[in-house]
């Protein structure tokens, strides 16, 4: 099944994104469901699925399957598509590629979902801590930094600092930031945190250098401790609580 899967899951990613030029692409919102090279794509679809699965004609069915229903899925995302809505519509386009490729998948090689061993202490344990890391400890940490938000802002007015970030940015970066950590903590790859926090310095060095403010520095590199520092206390305890005999049993 774990082969069978993965056949299907790599035709996916070669047919859709790593033999599918920008050009095709472009013309295909341009021209619709009429583009020549909408055609040319599910071809590619149909030629990749017929060599990975060998040309074996037990899954002729299946291969039919997800051929129509990937041009049909690709005609109507097209059809909809618009700047406001082309990420949602990318997003949703590929989970119903994937939900094609899951059933086909099943009717081939039937599999059940254990939900005992989703639902383990283990992994209830893994859940709420990756949601304290991503989500809780941000709001923590503007909380804890509140004090010295309020001396950060007026002395970046008065010497005319111009915000450039991008909107949220910083939000999404504390949220990788921690789970590249936390992750590296699992895996007991201590290196690679030096690793991160050595580039984090380098890409702020710059602003710290042309703000020149003193209380900026301090309040970055607080920031920084503290995310670490969450963290690193995250992982190690998902480590010390999965390793008793109560996650165990």
């Known amino acids: 099944m774990i082969v069978f899967a993965l056949k299907l899951v790599l035709a996916h990613i070669l047919g859709d994104f790593v033999l599918?030029?920008?050009?095709?692409v472009k013309h295909k919102m341009k021209h619709g469901w009429k583009s020549k090279y909408l055609l040319a794509h599910v071809?590619?679809?149909?030629?990749?699925l017929l060599i990975l699965l060998q040309f074996d004609p037990a899954y002729f069915l299946g291969i039919t399957t997800i051929i129509l229903t990937h041009y049909a899925i690709d005609a109507l995302k097209?059809?909809?598509t618009t700047k406001k809505n082309s990420r949602k519509l990318f997003v949703a386009d590929q989970i119903a590629h994937l939900m094609v490729l899951n059933l086909v998948l099943y009717y081939y090689t039937p599999y059940s979902i254990d939900f005992t061993e989703i639902l383990s202490p283990q992994s209830l344990l893994?859940?709420?801590?990756?949601f304290f890391v991503t989500y809780v400890a941000g709001i923590l940490m503007r909380v804890a930094l509140q004090p010295w938000q309020?001396?950060?802002?007026p002395a970046s007015k008065k010497e005319n600092v111009k915000s450039t970030s991008l909107a949220g940015a910083g939000k999404i970066i504390g949220i990788l930031e921690r789970l590249f950590v936390f992750t590296f903590i699992l895996l007991n790859t201590w290196s690679a945190i030096g690793f991160?926090?050595?580039?984090?310095?380098v890409f702020r060095f710059g602003d710290l250098?042309?703000?020149k403010n003193r209380r900026l520095t301090e309040y970055v590199l607080i920031g920084t401790l503290l995310s670490f520092g969450i963290a690193i206390g995250c992982g190690l305890l998902f480590r010390y609580l999965s390793a008793l005999d109560t996650f165990n049993a």
Do not use: M, N, R, Y
């Open 43 to 48: 071809g590619v679809h149909l030629i990749v």
């Open 20 to 24: 599918q030029p920008s050009k095709w």
């Open 78 to 80: 097209i059809k909809f």
């Open 196 to 201: 991160l926090i050595t580039a984090k310095s």
């Open 126 to 130: 893994l859940i709420t801590l990756l």
């Open 150 to 153: 309020d001396a950060i802002e």
């Open 209 to 211: 250098t042309e703000g």
